[in-house]
């Protein structure tokens, strides 16, 4: 958003990597992991990972064209859309 910086809808991430963790649990099997610790681990994995790559580090190069005073990667302060994305994956489960 011109002006604002990169923003990312608040609820798409996190539907995106519990929908992905349910899936790819029911499909893969780990050993010696418990499918319910597994789902926990990947839906909080694909939440962080999936927003950081997908939010800040693919849109690296149009940064400079935004027009925001500040560029920070990760996002800053408590409510933090990464930790956010993560944490939100988790409750879905």
């Given at each position: 958003m011109r002006g604002i910086g990169i923003a990312t809808p608040a609820l798409v991430p996190p539907?995106?990597?519990?929908?992905?963790?349910?899936?790819?649990?029911?499909?893969?099997?780990?050993?010696?992991?418990?499918?319910?610790?597994?789902?926990?681990?990947?839906?909080?994995?694909?939440?962080?990972?999936?927003?950081l790559i997908g939010a800040d580090l693919l849109n690296l190069g149009k940064i400079k064209n935004l027009g925001a005073p500040v560029a920070s990667i990760g996002g800053a302060g408590t409510f933090d859309g990464i930790f956010l994305s993560g944490f939100i994956a988790l409750l879905l489960i």
């Open positions: 539907l995106a990597a519990a929908l992905a963790a349910i899936l790819l649990t029911s499909i893969i099997h780990i050993p010696n992991c418990p499918i319910d610790q597994c789902r926990v681990v990947v839906a909080y994995t694909g939440g962080v990972l999936g927003t």
